[in-house]
Nanobody
């Protein structure tokens, strides 16, 4: 089993910044990738950004230039630096850990951006 814990969510005004942290523990060997997803009310969960065990990253077009994923999968920790936040970034942000055995999710952390 893999335990995934997110932190760093908060309420901020538009234009502000936040840094989310994701830490994995437990059966943390052979992690292929870690990533951040978000889900706004009434909308499906969507990929925000991800980083592979080789260090390559990808992110959604809607956050390019504003959000940056970083971290070290070997250390089981990744971060999401979010700048120039917009009200449409409001959502619950979930960390995902991907292994060959499956996907593991955290409980999520709420990010609320007010205009």
């Amino acid at each position: 089993q893999v335990r995934v814990v997110e932190s760093g969510g908060a309420s901020v005004q538009a234009g502000g910044s936040l840094r989310l942290t994701c830490a994995a523990s437990g059966s943390i060997f052979s992690i292929n990738a870690m990533g951040w997803y978000r889900q706004a009310p009434g909308k499906p969960r969507e990929l925000v950004a991800a980083i592979s065990s080789g260090g390559s990253t990808n992110s959604a077009d809607s956050v390019k230039g504003r959000f940056t994923i970083s971290g070290d999968i070997a250390k089981n920790t990744v971060y999401l630096q979010m700048n120039s936040l917009k009200p449409e970034d409001t959502a619950v942000y979930y960390c995902n850990v991907r292994k060959y055995s499956g996907d593991y999710w955290g409980q999520g952390t709420q990010v609320t951006v007010s205009s």
